[in-house]
């Protein structure tokens, strides 16, 4: 196979001291992270909450730190799960090392609509507005998302399998990198995913003239959500792991479902005020509430 046209050469560790190390790639996290939640803060500034108040204001940020904090267990457990899934051979002989911290990592299929789950929940708790939050930070995830991948270059986080195409990238410096074997020319498949991803948020922007997501109930969630779906079972095709159902990966099967779960969502959504309206009556506007 040919060497790579794109061959990445650099340290990708940051050295602050003798005793004190960073990687680039987690640096570049952080700071998608902090962007993301300013974004999301921000757009939930702008979202009217639904109440007796003129002007309407908008939601509390506390509200989003709190939901923020509330999907972290639920990404971990569906980050976990969906690893396990990933590698079930192995873990339906070691079945002790599926909550083994030190053994095997996480995946992103499951782990964002887990996230999204528990920290929903958590909300609820608390009494915020859920629908309206999960409006205000639909774009947001997307970003962070996109962004995300495209930060996994710096690591050499999410390679593709082998590939002699013209942009194939290979990691020929010291390393340590996040995929195995990083020299071999391969699909920068974290690239491709980013361009998707980045796509969908202009397919987000333009679902925003429904009248579905104007209502700002949540609908745009699950339009992420699906898109962001299908971006990930598209990519699929390009990773190294490999196919369980004809040329389908375990990521792939389980994206589909993460896309059904979003046109579920969609579906429950456009329903939900003409199922009020069922309800209540055809005359229920002209009568007070």
Request: hydrophobic residues 55%; glycine residues 12%.
């Amino acid at each position: 196979m040919p060497p790579a046209v794109i061959q990445l050469a650099f340290d990708p560790v940051l050295q602050l001291s003798d005793t004190a190390s960073v990687r680039y790639e987690t640096i570049g996290l952080a700071v998608v992270l902090f962007l993301g939640l300013l974004a999301a803060a921000w757009i939930g500034s702008r979202t009217p909450s639904i109440g007796p108040y003129v002007p309407a204001p908008g939601l509390r940020v506390d509200d989003l730190v709190f939901g923020v904090v509330g999907a972290v267990p639920g990404a971990i457990i569906g980050g976990r799960l969906g690893a396990v899934l990933d590698h079930f051979d192995y873990y339906r002989t070691n079945a002790a090392a599926i909550i083994d911290p030190n053994q095997g990592g996480l995946t992103l299929t499951l782990a964002v609509p887990f996230g999204l789950l528990t920290g929903a929940a958590i909300a609820r708790l608390l009494g915020a507005p859920v629908a309206r939050w999960l409006h205000a930070t639909a774009l947001p995830l997307l970003f962070v998302l996109a962004a995300g991948k495209l930060v996994g270059v710096l690591g050499a986080t999410g390679q593709g399998g082998p590939s002699d195409i013209a942009w194939a990238t290979s990691y020929t410096g010291p390393g340590p990198w996040g995929s195995l074997a990083p020299d071999l020319p391969s699909h920068p498949a974290q690239v491709y995913e980013a361009i998707l991803v980045t796509l969908a948020i202009g397919g987000l922007l333009a679902a925003s003239r429904l009248e579905v997501v104007a209502r700002r109930d949540g609908a745009a969630m699950f339009i992420g959500l699906g898109l962001w779906a299908i971006a990930r079972f598209l990519v699929g095709f390009t990773w190294r792991d490999s196919a369980i159902l004809g040329p389908f990966r375990t990521e792939q099967l389980l994206a589909l479902v993460v896309l059904a779960i979003a046109i579920v969502g969609l579906v429950e959504r456009w329903r939900a005020p003409f199922a009020s309206v069922v309800e209540r009556g055809p005359d229920a506007e002209a009568r007070p509430a």
